[in-house]
Structures are given as C-alpha cells and as structure tokens.
C-alpha cells in the first residue's frame, strides 16, 4: 500500500512538473486536435476558439502560437485576463512555424478578436505582446484589438488589422476596485510596424499614459464624415500624459463619396505631453472636402473642459490634406515647427492655424510657431493663421503663395495677435506646385529603436530644432542690398528612402476574392459577405499573399518661385546690421563658415531658415 502511494506521488509530482514547464500551447489548422494537450508542435489545438481560452492559464512569459500559414475561425467571445503574465515575463500571442509561410490569419466573426480584459471592477492588468499576426473581419464589427478595464504594459508588433469597426481600441474602464491601484488608464502601450486598414470607423482610438505609436501605415479607416479618422487620441476624467505618435503613414482618412472628410490624426479631451514628429500624412489631390484636415488636437470631445498641455509637433509632412494642415486650441505650450505643409490641389486654406476653432475656459497661450515651410495653391489660403487671447510667437517660417493671387497674405491675426510681429518670417510667391506621384511617400520609415516619450513637462525653450533638409536652399548669389526684394533660384527636394509596403491580397473560399488595394473603404462594406454561414468552412479557405510591393520614395517637389516682395507686416526684414556695411571680408568668411546653428536675431542676412551672414 505504501509502495502504491509512493509511485502515485512521484507521478503526480512528474506530471505537475511537466504542466508547470510547458509554457507555450500551440495550434493549428492542419495537424491540430482540440482534444490535444496543446503542449508541443506535434499536438497542438486545432480551432482559435478552443485554444483562446488557453492564454489564461500560461505562466510568465508563456506563449499561445498559432501555425504559420494556418487560418482560424474566431467566433466566441473572450476575456483574456492573466495575473501570471508582468511587464518584465510577458505573455504573447503569436506565430510559429516555417518563417517562409504567411502570418497566421484569424477571422474573427461579430466579436473582439484579441479581446484583453478583467471583468468587474478596473484594476491593473497586463504584460501582453501580440506579435506576427494577420487579424481580419469577417464584418465590420467589434476590434480588432481590444484593451478594457486598465491593461497595461502592452505592445502590438507587426500585426496586419483590417475590416473592423475599428482596428486598435484602447477603451476605457469601468469603475476602479478599491485598493487595486488602478489609475483607470492603459499605460505603456506600444504599437509599432504594424498596418491598420479599411477599419469602418478608426484605426487607432482611445489614448494612455506613456504610450508610442511608430513605424505602422494607417489607411483607409473611416467610412463617416467628420467623426471617422485614422488615428483619434482621446482622454477624458484626467489627462493622459507622454503619448508619442512618430513615423507613421496616414493616408486616404474618412473616405466617403471617394474623397477625404475627417481629420487624419485628432486629439480630444484631457491631454499632455504629446510628441507627433516625423509623420507622413498624405491624401489623394482633389480627393478631399473641407471636412479633411491632416493634423488637428482641439476640444471636439464635448464631455470635459478640454485642454492640452505640452503640445509638440514637428517635422512631419503634410501633402494635399484639406482645409488645415495643422491646427491647436485650448493648448497651453504648443511648439509646431519644422513641419512641410504642400497643396497640390486647391483646398488648403491655412497651412497652421491657432486656435483652429472656438476654445473651451482653457485659452492657447505659451505657443510658438515656427521654422515651417508652407506651399498654398487656393488665392484665399493663407499661411499661418493667428488668434486668440495670448500672443503667438511666428518666425523662421518659409510661406509660398500661388503667383495669382492679389492679396499676398501669408499670415491672418485676430485679436490679441493683430499686431504680433511676423517681419521674421518669409513671404514669397510661386508659379506652380508639381508632386510626383509616383515617388510619394505611402509608408514610413522604421525607426531602428524604440524611445519612450518624454514624461516629464516639456519646456518649449529647451526642444532642439532640427533643420528641414532641402537641395540648395541657401541663394548663394543673392543681391543683398538696401533694395526690399531678392530672387530665390528653382527649390527642388529630391532625397528618397526605399520602403516596401506589406500590403496584403486576401482571398476567402475559391469563388470569392478579396484584395487589399488602397481603395475606398466604402466600397469595401460587404467584403466579407461572401463567406457563408459556416465561417469554419470558409475561412480554411483564406489565402494571404504579399505580391504588391511599391517604391517608395520621398515626394519630389518642384517649385518654381517668383520675386520675393519683403514688406513691414508679412516678410522677413534684417533686426540687426545695415547691408552696407557688408564688406569683402564679410563675405569671405561666411562662404567659410556654418552659422545653421547662430539665432535669427544675430544674422544680417537670413534665407532658407538659416543664418548666411552673422
């Protein structure tokens, strides 16, 4: 008797054991069994629906792997909820298998289809990757990843999400367990080289405390005017602080009648220390109505006293956007600089504009604007836009208007910004703007590193301003005299990065084929209506090809400038010095020396937003 419970305990033990190390489950589609255990490639679960509930039970730093090459169902709803998994052991939901076969698709059916949330009361939660992994629509309906009830610690990593309602929702909570610790928010999220497309609402929506969005293509996402976007960061009850959004695409927002009708990248609510740097966004000349605009953090949320603190963006490129390239209101500290603001088209009316619209008890104040370079082709578009309760601080902006037009006004000030001097600034005149479209950028370029956002204020006097590189922008042989105007020669940007977009074509059943071409989410509605009611049939059946791959370049900008008239209330005019006084060896010198870096307000002559002569 003894002998037996000796040899039944060594085999608990064993068996305890082997539970405890297996720390991944597998499946998959071909060689899968849901009667399996799960615990090895060579007995894995068949169906997502049987093997969803396994995350749950993994160990830190476990993982639940779908095959490569595989696709799977997903009908059942399901809250993933695992206290095992940290920050520092993170759980994962991936892929393995032949790294030559496709990611795994999952179809997901009316339901979130990765759905992390704790039921009950918000309390934290997380240490979650999701990774390698293709996540389709069978209709337009739920998320296609879900964050609910305070999930941190979280990052989405080349991920294809497309067909949802929306594609990447960090929602909100319910109310906080006492004594959790919950800050009721989704802190440290990242998302990063993934593509998020053709979602019916949005791409991306909710906000979090100390999150990074970088190195995804957001396109297509919207299907309804004005409320639909590519990217809508929104807090409400607090701020949420130390969001960056870099190195991004976004393009074709809000699509409706085959034209651009919602703000691409819009920021509601409670909000600071917000960092949008180094983003491409981009739609379709004459493909636009006035409702498009590419950049705008504003109060829309109508719930709060909306503010923004710490606003900073720069060094993004806008092209064809609509009715307002960059707008800020109720933003106390805004820097916006460096940005490129192009209109092909006829649209633009304000390449920066603060306040963009009525502010709440929070008035802008502590904002600077410069060092951007604007393009308009609309005779009634101006550059820089300017109103407010509190003084706005405009230079080293580079503004070209169409040579048509009569009224030369490249900045409008209203109120306690009337008389804000903008005699820092350029004011020219151009006789045409050309992109060549077939070297326009549709993706962004990967950042190497991660870097997380800044969580401390940020002081607009400390933030660096990196140059904006053009070809030859400094008019070497300009005539520099007591005169009051100068020629400029032909500027011409030609710098080209090689980008290839992972687009994917997707084909559900043999009679019935989808691809993913970039065309109007619109007349993507009934996409996945030809699958039958059998959806374990029908998506066996699914393929995913990446065959489409683009040249993606730099957009090569031609413009061909008139005169440059300077006068006392729209141009640049010397602050220090007198021309005369140039002599020989002044010039000698600075053919010699750099002064990229010497202030404005230490130059005798300055063009292309550098110093040419100290």
């Not at 003894?2 to 305990?9: A, E």
């Not at 879900?146 to 999400?161: A, C």
């Not at 720069?314 to 500290?333: D, H, T």
């Not at 021309?579 to 005798?604: F, G, H, L, M, W």
Request: hydrophobic residues 35%; aromatic residues 6%; charged residues 20%.
């Amino acid at each position: 008797m003894k002998k037996t419970i000796f040899l039944f305990s060594i085999f608990l033990i064993s068996t305890f054991s082997a539970f405890a190390q297996a720390n991944s489950f597998y499946v998959c589609d071909t060689n899968g069994d849901d009667s399996a255990d799960g615990l090895s490639e060579q007995r894995p679960f068949k169906t997502y629906d049987h093997a969803i509930w396994s995350f749950n039970k993994l160990e830190a730093g476990g993982k639940l792997l779908f095959c490569r090459g595989g696709k799977f169902p997903a009908t059942k709803f399901a809250r993933l909820y695992n206290s095992n998994c940290t920050a520092e052991k993170p759980c994962t939901i991936g892929a393995y298998g032949n790294a030559d076969l496709e990611r795994p698709v999952i179809g997901a059916d009316g339901i979130h289809a990765i759905n992390f949330e704790n039921g009950g009361a918000a309390k934290p939660d997380g240490g979650y990757n999701v990774e390698n992994l293709t996540i389709m629509a069978v209709s337009k309906s739920g998320a296609g990843i879900r964050l609910f009830n305070d999930v941190d610690d979280v990052t989405i990593s080349n991920v294809h999400i497309e067909g949802f309602n929306v594609g990447i929702y960090a929602a909100g909570n319910n109310a906080p367990q006492e004594g959790a610790g919950s800050n009721e928010a989704n802190d440290r999220l990242v998302v990063k080289n993934s593509n998020v497309i053709n979602n019916r609402k949005i791409g991306f929506l909710g906000s979090c405390n100390d999150c990074l969005i970088e190195g995804n293509n957001f396109e297509g996402n919207g299907t309804h005017p004005s409320l639909d976007h590519n990217i809508y960061l929104t807090g409400s009850n607090k701020h949420k602080k130390g969001i960056t959004v870099r190195n991004n695409t976004l393009y074709r927002s809000a699509i409706v009648d085959g034209k651009c009708q919602g703000v691409s990248l819009v920021g509601h609510g409670l909000l600071e220390n917000i960092l949008i740097e180094n983003n491409i966004i981009k739609e379709d000349v004459g493909k636009v109505s006035g409702g498009c605009w590419g950049i705008s953090i504003d109060p829309g949320y109508n719930k709060v006293d909306e503010s923004f603190k710490n606003i900073v963006i720069r060094n993004n490129k806008l092209i064809n956007v609509g009715m307002i390239g960059i707008g800020c209101a109720s933003c106390e500290g805004a820097i916006i600089e460096n940005n490129e603001i192009i209109d092909e088209g006829n649209v633009l009316r304000a390449g920066v504009k603060v306040p963009v619209r009525e502010e709440n008890s929070i008035k802008s104040s502590n904002v600077y604007i410069r060092n951007n370079r604007v393009i308009l082709n609309n005779e009634s578009a101006v550059g820089i836009s300017i109103g407010g309760e509190n003084p706005i601080v405009v230079r080293g902006n580079d503004i070209s208007l169409p040579s048509t037009t009569t009224s030369k006004t490249c900045f409008e000030r209203f109120l306690a910004n009337v008389t804000t001097d903008v005699s820092q600034n350029i004011c020219s005149n151009h006789n045409g703007v050309s992109i060549n479209e077939d070297s326009l950028n549709l993706d962004s370029e990967v950042a190497d590193n991660i870097v997380s956002p800044p969580s401390q204020e940020i002081d607009v006097q400390d933030v660096s301003l990196p140059s904006i590189r053009t070809q030859n922008p400094v008019v070497q042989e300009a005539n520099v005299t007591n005169d009051t105007s100068y020629s400029r020669p032909t500027i011409t940007t030609t710098e080209q990065v090689e980008v290839i977009d992972d687009n994917a074509s997707v084909s559900f059943g043999e009679e019935s084929t989808v691809t993913s071409t970039g065309s109007s989410p619109a007349g993507d509605s009934e996409r996945f209506n030809s699958l039958n009611d059998d959806v374990s049939e029908n998506i066996a059946n699914i393929t995913v090809s990446h065959e489409r791959q683009l040249l993606i370049t730099e957009p090569i900008i031609e413009v061909v400038p008139e005169n440059v008239e300077i006068n006392e209330t729209s141009s640049y005019t010397r602050p220090l010095g007198n021309t005369n006084s140039i002599t020989v060896k002044d010039v000698t010198e600075a053919a010699r020396s750099d002064y990229s870096e010497v202030e404005v307000t230490q130059c005798r002559a300055y063009s292309g937003r550098r110093c040419l002569l100290r």
